[in-house]
């Protein structure tokens, strides 16, 4: 029963206009990472090592808002935020503000194996990851050509940070510049659950800002009961201890379908319209989101969907 869904990130209000230019490279990707990790957990790979590899195959997508393609803060520079747990005990990892590393996630992973502490931050976060042999690049390799036209756009509009095109027309062609952070979670062959998120967080964010996104039972969460990777407006996800209340709400009762629903529910309200990718010790799968769109897909018994707008599809 291995299972295994990712996410690119929700954004967007209004109907679905279609696939952009630059979306059959987002898809593309998505199969690759599909076909990839769902082939390595069938051959019995552990669910916190695919979600960690998705999440790596995510990042090096540079349309994602993740690792290389990241979004860019209001002081002109890429800082990045991953998060993973798993679920039989709850073991965690979490960089916060990473600046120099081309795979956060990772370096979130070998945090969540070190086993004490749980987040480590900024220069210490990147110097642990560096010290432990993650790979380094700069900041010059980070920022793209698209992003930074974005951040252009964004500081002569003098907008809020993490404006979307819907709060203002002139800033943004398309509402993933805040909203394009990358996620999986998994099931493997022993039934263990795992998740992970990772970020370049919002456009024009301030310095020193935090999401949701490494933060545990906000942007991520696995127990014994379910999995959660979360994307949207980091703060209301934080406020709603999100990630989390997906598996309170299955605890209490309800249905994967109900708790990641009413989780949304309870986040949208506070600003936080997003998407959520879970699966359940069941091996059920929910991908519910609230925007235009939510790039998402899943790998189920060897059968790849993906989708941007409403609907998930074979290609
Ligand atoms: N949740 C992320 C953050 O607030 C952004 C996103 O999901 O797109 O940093």
Redesign the pocket.
């Known amino acids: 029963m291995v299972k295994l869904a990712i996410h690119g990130?929700?954004g967007g209000d209004g109907p679905w206009k279609g696939p952009t230019d630059l979306d059959p490279q987002r898809i593309a990707c998505m199969h690759n990472v599909l076909s990839t990790v769902g082939a390595m957990l069938e051959s019995g790979i552990d669910a916190t090592e695919a979600v960690t590899i998705a999440v790596e195959m995510l990042e090096d997508e540079e349309l994602f808002?993740a690792g290389k393609g990241s979004v860019i803060a209001a002081d002109g520079k890429v800082t990045m935020?991953a998060s993973i747990m798993r679920g039989y005990d709850k073991a965690a990892g979490s960089v916060v503000n990473v600046t120099k590393i081309r795979h956060p996630i990772r370096a979130a992973k070998l945090v969540l194996d070190k086993g004490w502490p749980v987040m480590l931050n900024s220069a210490s976060a990147d110097k642990f990851a560096i010290d432990s042999g993650l790979e380094e690049v700069n900041q010059d390799w980070l920022i793209t050509d698209l992003r930074l036209a974005q951040w252009q756009k964004w500081k002569k509009a003098n907008s809020r940070p993490g404006s979307t095109d819907e709060d203002d027309e002139a800033v943004l062609d398309h509402d993933l510049e805040?909203?394009?952070?990358v996620g999986a979670v998994a099931i493997d062959t022993n039934g263990v659950l795992a998740a992970a998120t990772s970020?370049g967080?919002?456009t024009g964010k301030p310095d020193g800002r935090i999401?949701?996104?490494p933060i545990i039972g906000a942007?991520t969460w696995a127990d014994n009961l379910v999995a959660v990777s979360?994307?949207?407006?980091?703060?209301a996800?934080i406020r709603t201890c999100a990630a989390h209340e997906v598996s309170t709400r299955i605890r209490m009762g309800e249905s994967l379908s109900q708790s990641c629903t009413n989780m949304l529910e309870m986040v949208a309200p506070l600003g936080g319209r997003?998407g959520v990718i879970a699966i359940d010790s069941q091996g059920n799968v929910e991908i519910p989101f609230q925007t235009m769109l939510m790039y998402r897909g899943t790998w189920i018994d060897g059968e790849i969907m993906t989708g941007i707008g409403p609907e998930l599809s074979p290609k």
């Not at 805040?178 to 952070?181: A, E, F, L, S």
């Not at 979360?230 to 703060?235: A, R």
């Open positions: 990130g929700a808002n935020d805040g909203m394009g952070t970020t967080g919002m999401g949701d996104t942007g979360c994307t949207g407006v980091g703060e996800f997003g």
